[in-house]
């Protein structure tokens, strides 16, 4: 059968518009409860708790997703929050936490086509978000021409996002805080090296390198203040 113009714009008219519906619940609403706390539990005021879906929106939308906002609160001065959300059944369900620029995020992710608690809310118990700081690194090159360096640094990341199936997390799609790898090799066409790295205050970081392919060579350092300096030279 042979489709003309006509007939294949008001085909992807129909695909795209199908992309668009929207499967909101009417007169249902759900609750998100949790709170929040730093790294040493002291509650977070006002922390910013949004609810979303993300769904395609067409065929020829670039992006591929949108984002719809079902529902927005903080939290108080305790570092509780409960936040009244709109229902809407899709698979790319997730409650994103953002609080102060030096903290961590978090994001939680599910599913409510396939789970929706019986009793309509999702209890996130406590969160912990964490101090982030920024790692600057500066490797110079001193031994002359010829002379390599092959280093990588080993560090946690600032993303914590977890995956819940029926409720309960999924370990395998999960990542909170995980180590990391930022790797390099510094040769005669790029002999130097200064980079900044995220990461959370408080951990430790793993510097591995070999000069001139010798063995490895590993230290190990703590990140103690929000931005921190490491200088090397080889």
Request: with cysteine; net charge negative; proline share 2%.
């Amino acid at each position: 059968m042979k489709i003309n113009l006509k007939q294949l714009l008001v085909l992807c008219v129909v695909l795209t518009t199908l992309g668009c519906v929207t499967r909101f619940e009417d007169d249902t609403r759900i609750l998100i409860v949790g709170e929040v706390v730093n790294s040493i539990g002291e509650p977070i005021e006002n922390a910013q708790i949004s609810i979303y879906t993300r769904r395609a929106r067409g065929i020829f939308v670039n992006s591929g997703y949108d984002d719809y906002l079902l529902g927005r609160g903080y939290s108080g001065n305790d570092g509780e929050f409960s936040v009244t959300s709109v229902l809407d059944l899709d698979d790319e369900f997730s409650i994103e936490i953002d609080a102060e620029e030096d903290v961590t995020n978090y994001r939680y992710y599910t599913s409510t086509i396939a789970y929706v608690p019986s009793n309509l809310v999702y209890n996130l118990n406590t969160i912990e978000l964490k101090k982030r700081a920024t790692l600057n690194y500066n490797i110079t090159r001193t031994s002359g021409e010829g002379n390599t360096l092959d280093y990588k640094f080993k560090y946690n990341s600032i993303y914590c996002a977890e995956y819940y199936d029926q409720g309960v997390i999924n370990e395998n799609y999960s990542y909170c805080y995980n180590g990391v790898e930022d790797y390099r090799l510094l040769t005669d066409l790029r002999p130097d090296e200064e980079r900044s790295l995220e990461t959370i205050l408080g951990s430790t970081v793993e510097f591995t390198y070999s000069i001139n392919d010798q063995p490895e060579i590993t230290e190990i350092f703590t990140i103690n203040q929000p931005t921190y300096e490491f200088t090397f030279s080889y």
